[in-house]
């Protein structure tokens, strides 16, 4: 049997290459991440922890939220402004998803054992997630308004020479700072107010949220940055 191609098969041209193919690795885990963290943030926010030693309270979502702000921060030192901008208009779509399903199982009729012999899970759960539309509906409010917010003071701060740790460290933490002060206002205000007074949540978490923006998110933002480049790095080597 002959095994030579055809002059026809020999003309059939390539498939061509999925443009997930030339996407960067360290783009690919972080777009991952954003998404998931879009969905917990809203998920833990109808938590409040308190900051102790005081009486001031911050809501469990920041701890997602900061790690949202530094994902966006660092897709546009790697990847540009104009990308990490819309990766954050993309971020509703996973929001709108998860609420979408958290309305059917709610209408679901729960099953006949869990009514009999965990009325009280079932009960609390219901509790909860029927009254979490509000965090669901504050969330998309105050999360485009402070990522917006934070890439372009992030990308407004960038000068000539601004690839320096120090100089990435500070733009991240004044512009995750100001962002996230803002964030504050408008999710607990929009989420909370009339179901419980909201000043001390409101101060402690934006209290919180500067002293992490100043404190911590520099730090995760520079190792965001180095883990997105050895990702990069590693499947430019698997690709050669």
């Not at 020999?10 to 443009?19: I, W």
């Not at 193919?21 to 943030?41: D, E, I, K, S, W």
């Not at 308004?145 to 991240?172: A, K, P, Q």
Request: aromatic share 10%.
């Amino acid at each position: 049997m002959n095994d030579t191609p055809s002059a026809a098969q020999a003309a059939v041209p390539p498939a061509p290459a999925s443009p997930l193919a030339n996407m960067p690795l360290g783009l690919f885990v972080f777009t991952l991440l954003y998404g998931g963290m879009t969905v917990l943030a809203g998920v833990l926010a109808f938590k409040q922890v308190q900051l102790w030693p005081t009486d001031l309270a911050v809501e469990s979502g920041i701890f997602a939220f900061l790690l949202l702000v530094v994902i966006s921060s660092t897709m546009a030192q790697l990847y540009g402004r104009q990308f990490a901008q819309r990766i954050v208009w993309w971020g509703f779509l996973p929001l709108l998803i998860a609420s979408l399903l958290m309305q059917l199982v709610l209408s679901l009729p729960a099953s006949t054992e869990m009514v009999a012999g965990r009325a009280d899970d079932l009960a609390a759960f219901e509790q909860v997630h029927s009254t979490v539309w509000r965090v669901w509906a504050a969330g998309p409010a105050a999360y485009i308004t402070s990522l917006l917010l934070n890439i372009w003071i992030f990308d407004r701060l960038r000068g000539r020479n601004s690839g320096g740790t120090i100089d990435l460290m500070v733009r991240g933490a004044i512009a995750s700072a100001l962002s996230q002060a803002v964030d504050s206002v408008i999710f607990i205000t929009l989420a909370f107010y009339g179901l419980f007074p909201i000043t001390n949540l409101l101060i402690g978490q934006v209290i919180a949220k500067v002293v992490l923006s100043l404190i911590l998110v520099p730090f995760l933002i520079t190792g965001g940055v180095k883990a997105a480049k050895w990702l990069d790095g590693r499947s430019a080597k698997l690709g050669a």
